[in-house]
């Protein structure tokens, strides 16, 4: 072995001595046989098990723990990365074990036996007792310091800390939860800690995710079976972690550019005449509208009794090809629920009996139950014959027009242990049901539809759901100021974990509440999370069009902010597409260190540019916020300037939500338009905004049509950049274009907005040509019309007044 790699061993191990030296050994009783170094990975064969360690890059570390009495399964539902050649290093000594794969480092101590994991010499974690096995499960625990925060475990509302929780590792759906929710649709046996590390527990059967319950520095996970294998993500920064893990799971696919509109939803449309006089009250009111979503209705006239039909009621629906064709025409994209429940009163009952659809029973029948909605068979999807059964359905509504899918009470919502799947039972793939559900649809999309983009909206998934192009919301949540107290909060963890995607019912879902604030506020909150969905139960409207006056107005407000803001969102898409980044993101995101940032969930950031503070209380009229340290912030609509690093208190309109903007950001925005069908890149507002501190600063602009699958990687794309450089007495901003070698290069006209020049210009040129401006002094805002010709760079120059 070379010396410096000797060196950089001896350096970790000193590093991890004070962690393993002042934590409980492992299992006394586990020695260790022999240790065998291959290429890719390390084995270390113990008197009751093996250990395998495994690199999947410089800053992924999996450890799998096979008993002697069992067999390795390598195969993983989440994992999709396969590992990548990584540096390693490797030195046993006669008490101890160091191997170094890129970054990570991991320490054995022989005897007590002791594992220990490091990220570039700093501790991350150990294991505890490592593997253990009792009368009710199976256990792999950890020690935490004293001081970490932990997140993570999917969908919940417990605040933004969970440490101190015990987490049930089982989908289950909460109806009317509000600000406290332990168990909802989405569990994930996935933490991030404080200490910038991820642990992710690759293993789908359910258990338990005790975040240091017992209060004695121990995380612990528990599982009925399977697999006994996590693996360790490390980073630099929490932009960096939450790539590294969406590498290791899969990255979210763009959806359908009308996927960031505005969708009319409600439980539920119950005929064709009645969703035409909505869709017409949305033309009429001329507030934006891209997609009309179905609820079970469209297959049933009545709630209980009619699930498993998925086919149209020809009462109710008597032309739905003629109807979805009619909405196409407009714009407007249908969305139809379906759920995996097949009634034995249902239409389709006979036929998913003899086609070998449905789960069955240990003796190889129908297993059924009874549930809400009647007595149901479930169908296996997990079984090849159904999953073919369920996408033929799919298939034949897709042909009629159909463009998106909701599936809802995907836990599945009633899953008895009794039943079986064909590779399992229902516990071992209960949490895994929605993530294959969803995999049925994408992968029927990449067969049938290889250049279309699914839109697949469920509430119930597994880690790496994302990959398939899930996109998720939080449930049936309270129509309560308390229900909307804790939606930042699970779509920032949910964000942390994969999950870009996740959403709230805006206005809430459950209760006959009539609150036109909370309705309003929710609505203002919902321009900055990533899908624009009302949705509720019918006995209160959740269709803006529905509403009084006053908040009809203040709906369409927040409506059409949400349109002109359409091209900054699908950039925010397009990140997260390439680097996992999510859309809204904590604040200690910006200051990792700051410990009082752990906790924030009421205050948030979207993307790189944006800083939001929901309003979330009743008549509230001022409220403090915290404005992230090393930038200044700016009011996004009076340009009010505030210091980073401070708290101050901001006045509350009743019009918007607070909103500001980072020194040095380029916004970009569209004009106002009433679907996305009518968005172009062509004409375009860009708002930059201007710091004497900031010396550099860049900003960019994905686009593509907007439909095409993969558009990125097949070339069918432009990407715009915009770069600053300021000084005291000039700014100069370009804009440069990169145009995918399918895509065309046009021409754009780009209405620029910069903000918070001190004074008015002494000159403004393009490619060095004097240009007419027009200078708002009250605003302290410059505009210019700028003509940028394809490919061709354009370098705006703004002479300053000292």
């Known amino acids: 072995m070379k010396k410096t790699s000797l060196v950089k061993l001896n350096i970790f191990a000193a590093a991890v001595f004070a962690l393993v030296s002042t934590v409980q050994a492992q299992n006394s009783t586990r020695t260790i046989v022999s240790v065998s170094k291959q290429a890719d990975h390390l084995e270390i064969k113990t008197n009751d098990g093996r250990y395998v360690l495994k690199p999947y890059s410089d800053k992924i570390m999996e450890t799998s723990f096979i008993p002697a009495a069992e067999k390795c399964n390598p195969a993983s539902h989440a994992v999709v990365l396969s590992p990548v050649r990584v540096k390693t290093s490797f030195n046993e000594t006669a008490s101890s074990i160091h191997y170094v794969a890129g970054d990570i480092s991991v320490s054995i101590t022989k005897s007590p036996l002791q594992i220990a994991y490091a990220y570039k010499g700093k501790p991350l974690l150990s294991e505890k007792n490592g593997y253990s096995k009792t009368a009710d499960a199976e256990v792999l625990d950890f020690n935490l310091d004293a001081s970490e925060a932990l997140y993570g475990g999917g969908a919940r ?233 369920f996408w033929d359905i799919y298939k034949d509504l897709k042909n009629t027009g159909v463009a998106g899918w909701w599936g809802d009470l995907g836990e599945p919502e009633v899953h008895p242990s009794a039943l079986q799947h064909k590779t399992g039972s229902a516990d071992e793939l209960h949490n895994i049901y929605g993530h294959n559900w969803a995999k049925l649809i994408a992968d029927g999309y990449k067969k049938d539809y290889p250049d279309q983009r699914p839109f697949i909206l469920m509430r119930s998934g597994y880690s790496g759901s994302q990959r398939l192009g899930m996109i998720p919301w939080s449930g049936d949540v309270n129509r309560t100021w308390g229900g909307l107290r804790s939606q930042p909060e699970i779509a920032l963890q949910m964000g942390m974990q994969g999950m870009a995607y996740m959403h709230s019912d805006l206005g809430g879902f459950a209760g006959a509440n009539l609150d036109d604030e909370l309705y309003t506020r929710w609505l203002q909150y919902g321009v900055f999370q990533p899908v624009f969905r009302p949705h509720a139960q019918e006995e209160v409207a959740s269709e803006p069009v529905l509403r009084e006056a006053k908040t009809r107005g203040l709906a369409k407000a927040a409506i059409e902010l949400r349109y002109r803001m359409l091209p900054y969102n699908y950039t925010l898409a ?229």
């Not at 375009?684 to 990125?712: I, M, P, Q, R």
């Not at 440069?736 to 620029?752: C, P, Y």
């Open 157 to 389: 509302a417990l605040g933004m800390n969970r440490r101190g929780n015990r987490l049930p590792l089982y989908n289950k759906a909460h109806y009317g939860y509000e600000e406290r929710s332990e168990q909802m649709n989405f569990a994930m046996p996935l933490v991030f800690s404080s200490k910038m590390y991820g642990l992710h527990f690759d293993n789908a059967a359910i258990g338990q995710l005790d975040l240091d319950s017992k209060k004695n520095n121990v995380l612990a996970y528990e599982t009925i079976s399977g697999r006994k294998t996590y693996q360790i993500i490390a980073g630099d920064s929490w932009a960096d972690i939450v790539k590294n893990y969406t590498s290791l799971t899969g990255r979210q696919p763009l959806p359908p550019r009308w996927t960031f509109g505005n969708f009319a939803s409600r439980f539920g449309y119950h005929n064709e005449a009645e969703a035409r006089s909505i869709l017409d009250k949305f033309r009429t009111e001329k507030i934006p509208v891209d997609a009309i979503i179905f609820d079970l209705y469209w297959f049933g006239k009545d709630i209980k009794g009619t699930m498993g039909n998925l086919e149209f009621d020809k009462d109710s629906f008597p032309n739905p090809r003629g109807m979805i064709a009619d909405f196409a025409q407009q714009g407007i994209k249908t969305i139809l629920i379906t759920e995996p429940f097949i009634l034995t009163t249902s239409k389709k009952w006979q036929e998913a009996v003899d086609q070998n659809v449905l789960a069955t029973d240990k003796q190889g029948k129908p297993f059924t139950y009874d549930f809400y909605f009647g007595n149901t068979g479930l169908i296996d999807i997990f079984n090849p014959p159904a999953q073919d059964w």
């Open 574 to 802: 397009f990140e997260n597409n390439q680097h996992g980044l999510p859309f809204m993101r904590p604040l200690f995101y910006a200051e990792p260190q700051n410990h009082k940032l752990q906790t924030v969930a009421d205050t948030y950031l979207w993307g790189d540019s944006f800083l939001i503070h929901p309003v979330m209380k009743a008549a509230e009229k001022e409220t403090s916020v915290y404005f992230p340290a090393g930038s200044t912030w700016f009011d996004f609509y009076n340009d009010q300037q505030y210091q980073g690093g401070t708290i101050s208190t901001v006045t509350v309109a009743q019009d918007h939500i607070p909103v500001f903007v980072r020194a040095g950001a380029f916004v970009p925005m569209s004009p106002l338009i009433q679907n996305t069908r009518d968005y172009s890149a062509k004409k375009l507002e860009l708002h930059y905004y201007h710091d004497a501190a900031v010396k550099k600063s860049t900003g960019k602009l994905y686009d593509d049509d907007g439909e095409t699958a993969n558009a990125y990687e097949k070339g069918a794309y432009t990407l715009m950049h915009f770069n600053s450089q300021a000084n005291a007495a000039q700014l100069k901003i370009s804009l440069q274009t990169q145009t995918g070698s399918r895509a065309e290069a046009v021409d754009r006209d780009i209405a620029m907005h910069i903000h918070n020049i001190p004074g008015k210009p002494a000159q403004v040129s393009l490619q060095n040509k004097e240009l007419p401006f027009n200078w708002d002094e009250t605003k302290k805002q410059l505009n210019i019309d700028v003509r940028w010709l394809k490919n061709s760079k354009t370098e705006l120059s703004i002479k300053l007044i000292k």
